[in-house]
């Protein structure tokens, strides 16, 4: 009875490993990553006996680990898309309540800047109502150095998360390659059998990294797994592992970029995970709005400089900048051999687009085109200081000797709303009133009236020269008892850096004359003209006004905010329902695993049992035998 024997130790044996498995996954339903794990038993094939075949008992083939690859492969792309949408949305929720928000955005303070625009045109030669615009602007300029300042933190923190991030993905990447070598060893020490507990550790660390960068995975015949970027960089490959950096740009501009070993730049090819939402954040709206702010900036600054420089102060002087000018940054690459220098004005903020440039010197000539595309851009000029190069509303200027290759990279807006300052402090520069006024005949018969008077051109020598318009008939008038000038009712009269419209019709005979006004004049002639700027087009050409952007931008932050917000749940809704179908078909399930027990205790006392009836049996043969 020595095979009923054999029956019942194989019983023992077997049931025993189904019991400690049971055991192990009981002990292990709160362990993070943990699939469970079951023996897979299969009959011994026995031998024939002469009237049939005779089992040999139980064998345990495998402890097999309930997991699907499929599902774990899904599970590393939800992880990596949650992480990256997670990340975008919660900065880009950071820059909505910013410049939406009544206290920290900029709508209040722009209004504010207007109201006292208008006080001004009201009481022009009120200290009180020059002292509220001056601390108007202060309080516009410091809104925008405010907000600059939020932005620029964020840049600083952008750096800080991909050095910590990547350094994250560079260990994980080293504690996989360490455990494809455990598991390669240990599946070949177990004849092939699978080490169960390091291939639940391995998903977990390749989760890890897919919830940092996107990635892919291939599986190697000796149980090792490949790990890659989404771009197709090896992270692992069997047992080595390659390092994830990060450094600064070719420029030195102070942003830091993605490298993989060997210093292969990776930035615009990596998505996927805390990484990608950082840098998609920072490209699709950090960038934008930063660009954008720096056009408002820019734009507010010339166009209330060129109006305020066309009037004249309460000290009879023309006026001067309202605001401090604002200019763009340059960085020069690191490789230039050439010792040029450039820099950037903003000759034309109409003309902005809130694009990255980068400048190069081919030998001959300079080119130059879009950071975010590499579209070329048409430039004019040879960049000295007397014929400087022009495009999109930029006036470069260089000095020095650049050699052929050398680049450089313009960013003529991201940080323009840092540079907006006060350039007056006193009331008195106030330039309220216009440095010219016009007046008619008291003898003229005709029914004009001087109408418009505007400045054109400020810095004309002779712009408050006294001059005498003479109607020598109703379509013609000389200028100082000189010429013979044909008007119709509507045209302007320009001279010496002047306009004037008439309203009405004038008489032959009629006079007209301009001249200087006088300091201290209660004149508004020039606040009248600065309070128009709230409705003046100063952006996109003239087709936006500096409320116009400001919503504009605003609207951008929080559709992207939005959008981002709505994506993240979509994107928590997917990761539940893959993780849900995970936990259903390698979760532990404690009341199953109870049952389990009881069951496999039961076949386990079974066994025993037949092995004291082989016992018995035996006894039974050896005591007929000694008698």
């Known amino acids: ?33 943990y699939s469970r794990q079951r023996v897979e038993l299969g009959s011994r094939i026995g031998g024939p006996q002469g009237d049939g075949y ?12 309930l997991a699907d690859a499929l599902v774990t492969t899904r599970l590393q792309g939800d992880a990596s898309a949650y992480s990256r949408t997670e990340t975008f949305a919660g900065l880009a929720s950071r820059v909505d309540g910013w410049l939406s928000d009544a206290d920290s955005g900029l709508t209040k303070p722009l209004q504010s800047f207007y ?14 109502s020059r002292q509220t615009l001056l ?30 991030t ?17 598991i390669v060893l240990a599946k070949g020490q177990a004849g092939g059998q699978p080490p169960n507990d390091l291939l639940d550790q391995r998903d977990s660390l390749i989760k890890e990294i897919a919830s940092r960068i996107g990635i892919t995975t291939t599986d190697q015949d000796d149980g090792g797994i490949n790990v890659f970027t989404g771009s197709g960089q090896a992270l692992v490959l069997g047992r080595q592992a390659s390092a994830l950096t990060v450094g600064d740009d070719a420029y030195g501009s102070g942003r830091k970029e993605l490298f993989f070993s060997g210093g292969q730049n990776i930035t615009a090819q990596t998505s996927g995970g805390v990484i990608g939402g950082l840098l998609d954040f920072r490209r699709e709206l950090l960038d934008p709005v930063k660009s954008d702010l720096g056009r408002m900036a820019a734009g507010l600054a010339e166009a209330m400089n060129e109006q305020h420089a066309q009037g004249m102060d309460a000290t009879g002087q023309m006026g001067g900048k309202f605001f401090a000018d604002i200019g763009g940054s340059v960085y020069a690459a690191r490789a230039n051999t050439g ?22 010197y081919t030998g001959s000539s300079w080119q130059l085109t879009r950071a975010r595309d590499g579209a070329s851009v048409a430039l004019t000029g040879t960049g000295t200081s007397a014929d400087p190069l022009r495009a999109e509303g930029l006036s470069l200027s260089v000095s020095g000797t650049p050699a052929a290759g050398d680049r450089y990279l313009l960013k003529p807006t991201a940080s323009a709303a840092s540079q907006l300052r006060m350039a007056i402090t006193d009331t008195s520069r106030v330039a309220a009133a216009s440095p010219i006024r016009g007046s008619a005949a008291l003898a003229n018969t005709g029914s004009a009236t001087v109408g418009e008077l505007s400045v054109a051109d400020a810095s004309n020598s002779s712009l408050r020269s006294g001059v005498t318009i003479q109607f020598t008939g109703a379509n013609s008038y000389s200028i100082n008892g000189s010429g013979s000038i044909t008007w119709a009712a509507g045209d302007s009269i320009e001279v010496n850096g002047w306009s004037l419209k008439l309203s009405g019709t004038p008489a032959s005979g009629d006079s007209f004359t301009v001249g200087a006004n006088s300091a201290g004049s209660n004149d508004n002639g020039n606040a009248r003209a600065l309070a128009k700027l709230s409705t003046l087009g100063v952006l996109n050409g003239g087709s936006s006004t500096l409320s116009d952007a400001q919503g504009a931008m605003v609207g951008r932050a929080g559709a992207q905010a939005q959008q981002a917000s709505l994506q993240l749940d979509a994107q928590a809704s997917v990761r539940a329902q893959t993780e849900a179908e995970q936990a259903s078909l390698s979760g532990v399930n404690l009341d199953e695993e109870a049952a389990d027990l009881i069951r496999y205790q039961q076949a386990y006392q079974a066994a025993a049992r037949v092995i004291a009836v082989a016992n018995e049996v035996f006894q039974s043969l050896l005591d007929a035998a000694r008698n």
């Not at 625009?117 to 200290?127: D, E, H, I, Q, V």
């Open 1 to 33: 009875m020595s095979d009923l024997l054999s029956i019942g130790v194989s019983g023992l044996l077997a049931y025993r490993k189904a019991l400690d498995t049971a055991g192990h996954n009981i002990a292990n339903v709160n362990t993070p990553g």
């Open 54 to 65: 005779i089992g040999a008992g139980v064998s345990s083939n495998t402890v097999k680990r």
């Open 115 to 128: 109201t006292a625009l208008s006080g001004l045109s009201s009481n022009p030669s009120s200290s009180a």
């Open 135 to 164: 601390s108007a602007g202060q309080t516009l300029a410091g809104r925008y150095n405010d907000i600059q300042s939020q932005f620029d933190g964020m840049e600083t923190e952008i750096n800080q998360r991909l050095s910590q």
């Open 166 to 182: 990547a350094d994250e993905v560079t260990r994980y990447a080293q504690q996989v390659a360490d455990l494809n070598e455990r």
């Open 339 to 360: 010792n040029a220098t450039v820099g950037v004005a903003l000759s034309d903020a109409g003309a902005l687009t809130g694009d990255d440039y980068a400048l190069s």
